[in-house]
């Protein structure tokens, strides 16, 4: 099957790629329990992708650091208001100067950060334009009026038709496949931080 409509599809040396894919991810949308609307396939995916975002994560950064500096820049950031409000020029001098030491260490923090995203951007990108020329691409979800405005579907509806002309669907309280992905990515990747022994959420 030949891919097109997005730019990562239409690069012929990755059809091998997006092949294998094929041999992996449809079975899976096949199996799902309504496979014209394949909702539950979404969840799946947006599971494996937290999986590998969070693993990623707990490899590649010291988490353990993190906290530690970030906990210390609260620290420091109490200290700062605390002499602001009493005015003391010698305590806030003193506290800047110690910000000015933890530079480096948050320079250093900053790239690690950076890690797992540099190593699943790809795999995620890949998923996504998999997703885009799917089925996934049709789905459509009814939330209970409750959900469909806690979860501010209104105001991602409005963004998305002014960001990228992104259709509405007609059906009340409905919503497509991207939002669905984003709100399971969104729970699944905090229950497995949690599982994890992150102390932080995203």
Known sequence: MAYQGSFLLGISWLQPVFDAMNAVLNPLVQMDPTPNNPVL???VISFIISLLTVTAQKLLVDQ???NEMQAKSK????ELREAQASGDSKQMAK???KQMDMMSDQSEIMKMSFRPMIVTMIPILLIFAWM???SIRNIIVVFPPAVYYCTLTPIFHSLGQMLYGGNITTIPYGIGW???YFICTFGMSQI???FMGFKNGF
């Open 75 to 78: 620290a420091l950031q109490k």
């Open 95 to 97: 506290v800047q100067a």
């Open 41 to 43: 396939t979404v969840f």
């Open 192 to 194: 497995i931080r949690k």
């Open 178 to 180: 991207l939002w669905w």
């Open 132 to 134: 885009w020329q799917s």
């Open 64 to 66: 353990d650091k993190m």
